[in-house]
């Protein structure tokens, strides 16, 4: 795994290095004024480099002071720290950031923001998965392009995006309620491997996703997917999946990539969208390979590929599977 996390953040660092050395013969004024929002960063004098120093263990340590220019212009104390997985998150020069704000001082609700370098070439495939999510009536993060400058030094464009928080929840309109993320999953899903964050009070000690794994294990039977859309809503799911299907995202595979809702309202749980990956990203030559066929997507992955268990089981529910295709069909002819 050593070897392995060594190999790819020297690939990734060289990508990076090739972009910088690009930059220079880009020469044009950074302009004022752009349709793009702008935030503006003051940070604590070597902050970034500190957090850059002794990666991956540096990245994520702290919080680090810092200060951000708000609407009307005033610059407000803030917290700060990368945030991602890899190299190309922790790039001092173009890092993702995590902000986290006072609690007398939110933002469109949010005490919390992600800042994150765009992975795909052209910026747009997280954007463009979560808009045809949402039109597909998905839940989903809200996310935009943001130009950031840090102590009025440009760093480019960024994807701002919702935190998988009860802030998240608000903006979507939807009642507070538990999210369960599974970022750390084994080949065999135990609930424990679920992180738990949002608001628990109305559901107390209940997990629902002890019961859906539960009825996982069932064998086939009509019994099994009553029990299972009792629990998951199935409209939601068959959209999510169809969502997928349109977007070429495989980012959700068994172990990694998992959001889920717990509407106490309706007492369903939902997918997710969530760092979709989407328009071929996650399609494209992986190692050294990307040098030599660079731009080739590799596109023929089936469109049932199981990837994961519980759409192992829903897509065994001839019901599921025709409606999943209902939607793609009339997707395709609309938004799609």
Request: charged share 25%; aromatic share 12%; net charge positive.
């Amino acid at each position: 795994m050593n070897i392995k996390y060594v190999l790819g953040s020297a690939v990734a660092s060289a990508m990076i290095t090739g972009s910088e050395f690009l930059r220079l013969f880009d020469r044009g004024a950074i302009p004022q004024n752009s349709k793009i929002e702008t935030l503006r960063l003051r940070v604590e004098p070597g902050s970034i480099q500190e957090m850059a120093s002794n990666l991956p263990v540096s990245a994520k340590k702290k919080y680090y002071r810092a200060w951000l220019q708000y609407p009307d212009g005033e610059y407000k104390p803030i917290e700060y720290r990368f945030r991602g997985r890899n190299i190309w998150h922790w790039h001092p020069k173009k890092p993702s950031l995590r902000l986290k704000l006072k609690k007398k001082y939110p933002l469109n609700l949010q005490k919390a923001i992600n800042l994150i370098n765009p992975e795909d070439r052209a910026m747009v495939s997280n954007v463009m998965g979560e808009e045809l999510a949402k039109r597909l009536g998905v839940l989903t993060h809200v996310t935009d392009y943001v130009r950031l400058f840090i102590n009025d030094e440009y760093r480019g464009v960024y994807h701002r995006t919702t935190r998988e928080d009860e802030q998240m929840l608000l903006l979507n309109k939807r009642v507070p309620g538990p999210l369960f993320i599974g970022d750390n999953l084994g080949k065999k899903w135990k609930a424990e491997q679920f992180e738990i964050t949002g608001n628990t009070d109305k559901i107390g000690q209940y997990n629902p996703i002890n019961e859906l794994l539960e009825i996982m294990e069932l064998p086939q039977s009509l019994h099994k997917y009553k029990k299972l859309w009792n629990l998951f809503s199935f409209e939601k799911l068959a959209a999510w999946q169809a969502t997928m299907n349109l977007s070429a995202g495989i980012h959700t595979n068994y172990a990694h990539n998992h959001l889920y809702y717990f509407d106490p309202a309706l007492g369903f749980l939902e997918p997710i969208v969530s760092d979709i990956n989407g328009h071929g990203l996650l399609t494209h030559a992986r190692g050294l390979s990307r040098f030599w066929i660079y731009g080739l997507p590799q596109h023929a992955i089936p469109i049932n590929e199981k990837q994961q268990p519980l759409l192992d089981v829903a897509l065994k529910d001839p019901r599921f599977y025709h409606q999943r295709n209902k939607i793609l069909y009339k997707a395709l002819k609309t938004v799609g």
